[in-house]
């Protein structure tokens, strides 16, 4: 489609594929793994490399990433993942000056994956809000039009006392100790050499071609309860 001058120029793209495939980590396995990644990874690579082609006319390549890849999602290991690579592509064309955006979506509410499951009363219980299709909308357009600072935006509306009650990243870990709510109750702070630990049994667990001279993170995992 590109090649032919006989088309209109593409002034923009949006990747927004997604397949879900949630099991906890001791049950998830490559198959679970390809499924999500297929969409997303694969997807996002292929919307990448024709958008190499299509370079000059773009204005703008946004990706449909998600919370699940700022915050971590039970049971959705491999989407976070999935949806990670997004992030690390928009940054990878970012840093070729080329158009690139990946949104990280709050579950919206009234349309698509979210309205299913008790997806929107699970987040809802983790501090999470809903993006309404009106913020969405607008923050997509605003996105489009090149007003976000930066190439990795996050949209969900947070009730922060609640969400740092559940979970704690590292980089959110000097923000809960000095920041406006230092005093909330927050069982656990995943330092970054737990999370390394973690993630050596977390690939132990759930891919039997792995080996790992680590001791066994079993617990570990469990205790995080990725
Ligand atoms: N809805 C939300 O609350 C929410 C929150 C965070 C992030 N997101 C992200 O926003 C995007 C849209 O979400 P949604 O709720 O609208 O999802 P959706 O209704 O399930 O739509 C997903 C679409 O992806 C297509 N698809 C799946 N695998 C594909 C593949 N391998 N190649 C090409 N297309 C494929 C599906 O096509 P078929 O119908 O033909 O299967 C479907 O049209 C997704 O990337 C999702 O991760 C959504």
Redesign the pocket.
Known sequence: MFGHSDTAAVSGLVH????LADATLRNQTLQRCRQVM??KVA?AWNVHSAALIAEESLEYLVM????AALLGSPGQANYAAA?ASLDATAHLRSGMGSAAASMQ????AG????TQHDTLTRTAAAGLGE?SVNVGMEALGGVCCGQALGSQIAVVPIRWPQLLLWVAPPFLAHFRLHGPFADAKVPKVVTEEAAGTCVQGVLAASVPEWTSNESDASPMIAEVAL
């Open positions: 927004a594929a997604r397949m297929g969409a997807g449909f990433s998600s919370t949806n979506w709050g579950a919206w349309a698509g994956m979210a993006v």
